[in-house]
């Protein structure tokens, strides 16, 4: 079978023979990928040119909405995934992170549309007030990058690889180009060619490259961004392209890395945690066949138990059921072909110059439905480092592999020393119940890593784990696993947008981002807002209201209702010290009080009060004072019917600026209502 790529609009095979796949668990051949004679160059500015435009003139919310019916449409046909994941050498379970796991990126950014706008750019941060008199401001305006996303794909996972990665810049509002690694492009293809027949992404926002991607990066430009997914090596070589330095192209780097998992000084064998470590360390190394970027190379426990880890590590690896996927009972397949089992066997040969393997041997070890000499098969294989300060391979040589090396330590400085020694890790996990261990090792750590798993009987059961990046969490490391992160939810969606400081009156501020600045020009009207309809309400629009003379009635009646008692409220001679110069008003009384001078009680398009997203309290209100309320549409957001028979609704959050008779703000808030559509459609 000869592989496809999908070049502006097409599927086009690569020209010559191409490169082989094979079976990794047979070793039968499976495809041919080949890329040659496509134009790199066309291929991007096919996807800036037509991909771009389109997913720009939509909304975040329209991409969130075309991500989650792409994740339904992908879901109903798992099963044939399922099918070609055979060929990688991974099992149903492993296939299960790949392919459910991928898709469930797109279920998540695509519930993350909530968090940004109905617009097709987004704002960050809060006003910046430049002037004394406010009426010079600033604030910052992301907008999509008008280039594409390439996508450059690690083997061991060719479906989440690439829907996690496209999931966030199709959000964005960017188109991608996805290079999977061809040895297990073939599956990588199966995928996409379903997300085109789909016709649900505007035509241009992927494109797919099977075979080799030599000479893509020569026609990258400023507006676009790369990613890489794979070894540090080749990592740096791509980093230092020519072409990403002279165009200051940014470039996301995740490498593989030398992660660890620690086993707490409070935990014994035999206890619920010891197992756990155990069950957790034994997964790691055999899931995927230890071909994933988070497994655990180096298992780090204190000096005392290593017996007792290695005895209970070797009982447990040795259940391990290695062999064809389809066959009952098997639960490691094999490595992803023959080149990568050499690759790993030249790394365990390189790792034994200075330490001794303990569980494991390359030509005693079984495999059930299929011959190992045929198949990419390899037992676990785990290394002891009796001095790992001295012997330092471990911390620099990485097996990609079912290969791990178990180490001691005497107190938990050591541990996070050892865990540093990776030079940067994605992950790190340490299996403790006691919080100051927990701590003090986070603290000492967490500048080496990406991300810090804290395990033990108290979430095990929920624990997604060691080696489960998720979705609105940042996957990346510094140092050697790359310095770029991925995903991180609503992070991860910036790295795809333009992030430009704009200047000038509140008021045409207002106007660009369609989000109400503090101090800009109000829109009165003689109807009350509360009366209007969702698409008849404006940005700027503003009620202001009468006022209320607060009085210490109001303040003791408050009290008594709310039963805050507390003393500035309520004792005038406890007031000594304190920044009051009499009893002042709870601040959530002037709130309440705000509400009843600009909320019209009748019955109308107002369904309900949503919630409350931010409130300050900027001045004392003592009794006497009057306030008054200017109620301001900052925002409006539209909601999608869930159902036919929902009501068409949105969401409208208001600037409730209480202010007193001097005209100063007492408290500001933003509140929330859903209000109801005019059009129910």
Known sequence: MQLCNYVMGRWVPGEGEGQQLLNAITGAPVAMASAKGIDFAAMLSYAREKGGPSLRKMTFHERGRMLKTLAFYLLERKEKYYGVSWATGATRQDSWVDIEGGIGNLFAYASLRRQF?????????????????????????????????????????PVWGMLEKISVNLLAGVPAVVKPATITSFLSESVAKDIIASGI???????????????????????????????????????????????????NMEADSLNCCILGTDVQPGSEDFDIFIKEVAREITSKAGQKCTAVRRIIVPAGTVEA????????????????????????????????????????????????????????????????????????????????????????????????????????????????????SLVSSIVTADDKIAREYVLGAASMHGRILILNAGCAKESTGHGSPMPLLVHGGPGRAGGGEEMGGKRGVFHYLQRTAIQGSPSMLTSVTNQYQYGGKYIEKTVHPFKQYFEDLEVGETLITAGRTVTEADIVNFSNVSWDHFYAHTDATSLEGTIFTQRVAHGYFILSAAAGLFVDGKKGPVLLNYGLDECRFTKPVYPGMTIGVRLTVKEKTDQEKKHENDVAKGIVRWMVDVYDETGETVAIATILTMVKKKNQQ
């Open 117 to 157: 706008p109905n617009e097709s750019y987004c704002l960050d941060g809060d006003t910046a007030k430049l002037s004394k008199s406010g009426t010079f401001s600033g604030h910052h305006i992301c907008v999509p990058k008008e280039g594409v996303a390439v996508h450059i794909n690690a083997f061991n996972f």
């Open 201 to 251: 992404l505007p035509e241009g926002s992927l494109q797919l490259i099977c075979g080799s991607g030599n000479g893509l990066l020569d026609h990258v430009c400023s507006q676009d961004v790369v990613t890489f997914t794979g070894s540090a090596h080749t990592g740096r070589l791509l980093k230092a392209h020519p072409r990403l330095i002279e165009e200051a192209v940014p470039f």
């Open 309 to 424: 880890v290695r005895t209970a590590l070797g009982k447990r690896l040795s259940q391990v059921v290695i062999g064809d996927p389809n066959t009952e009972g098997v639960r490691m397949g094999a490595l992803a072909g023959q080149a990568q089992l050499r690759e790993v066997k030249e790394k365990v040969e390189q790792l034994s110059r200075t330490q001794q393997i303990i569980l494991g041997d390359f030509e005693k070890f079984e495999v059930k439905g299929a011959d190992k000499n045929k198949g990419a098969f390899m037992p676990p294989v785990i290394f002891l480092n009796d001095n790992p300060f001295k012997n330092t391979g471990c911390h620099e040589i990485e097996a990609f592999g079912p290969v791990s090396t178990l180490m001691p330590y005497e107190t938990t400085p050591d541990a996070i020393k050892l865990a540093k020694m990776g030079k940067g």
